[in-house]
């Protein structure tokens, strides 16, 4: 499967950003889907993530309450629902996949092996 994330873009703080990742090429419904960030001088960290049936999420603390992941396995897509947006959630998010069992969820980076190109979210002050 192949991802393309898209959605980013310049937003104040306080407000809120889709963004979508699009899969192709592979049976999107089999797949353990997350979202990491990568802030300019830092490595990429752990966002969200849901299992392949999308009934069970998981998120890093600091954007729990605030954010929401979300799938539509008949679309082949994964969402990013963020709202209160902080000028720290400024970075360049990726979304990334593999495949996974029923009711799985991943917040290791070196356990997804198909990335997506990242699309960056610019929060301002």
């Known amino acids: 499967v192949q991802l393309q994330a898209f959605g980013g873009g310049l937003v104040q703080a306080g407000g809120s950003l889709r963004l979508s990742c699009a899969a192709s090429?592979?049976?999107?419904?089999?797949?353990?889907m997350g979202w990491f960030r990568q802030a300019p001088g830092k490595e990429r960290e752990f966002v969200a993530t849901i299992s392949r049936g999308g009934t069970v999420r998981d998120y890093a603390d600091f954007v729990k309450g605030r954010f929401i992941i979300s799938r539509d396995n008949a679309k082949n897509n994964v969402y990013l629902q963020m709202n209160r947006l902080k000028p720290e959630d400024t970075a360049v998010y990726y979304c990334a996949g593999r495949q996974g069992v029923t009711g799985e969820t991943i917040n290791s980076i070196d356990r997804y092996d198909v990335w997506g190109r990242g699309t960056l979210v610019t929060v301002s002050s």
């Open positions: 090429g592979g049976a999107f419904s089999l797949y353990t």
